[in-house]
């Protein structure tokens, strides 16, 4: 069974960056597709971006296309999500989760969801 646990968040101004971190135990992620979804205060949680086994492919959110960038370091077991150019509209809890569907954006195809990072983007 894989634990995942976010780090990272923080408050930030509009214009900065964060760097979340998903740490892995219990198992290796490298046979998994990777995602980091968002949950914005009185929303559902949407997809934002996902990454493949091997790391060489991605997919993301047009929300955040061109700022977001998910990458994976399997040796570490930890995935990460650089966000750059935050708006006031990225402030949410920041989760991340494994599945077995190849670069899915469906919140049910994933699994052993960590607890999430809150990540606050202030004018």
């Known amino acids: 069974q894989v634990q995942l646990v976010e780090s990272g968040g923080g408050l930030v101004q509009a214009g900065g960056s964060l760097r979340l971190s998903c740490a892995a135990s219990?198992?290796?992620?490298?046979?998994?597709?990777m995602g980091w979804f968002r949950q914005a205060p009185g929303k559902e949680r949407e997809f934002v971006v996902a990454i493949t086994w091997s790391g060489h492919t991605t997919r993301t959110a047009d929300s955040v296309k061109g700022r977001f960038t998910i990458s994976r370091d399997n040796a570490k077991n930890t995935v990460y999500l650089q966000m750059n150019s935050l708006i006031l509209e990225d402030t949410a809890v920041y989760y991340c989760a494994a599945t077995e569907i190849y670069l899915s954006d469906r919140q049910g195809e994933y699994h052993n969801w960590g607890q999430g990072t809150q990540v606050t983007v202030s004018s």
């Open positions: 219990g198992r290796t992620i490298s046979s998994y597709c």
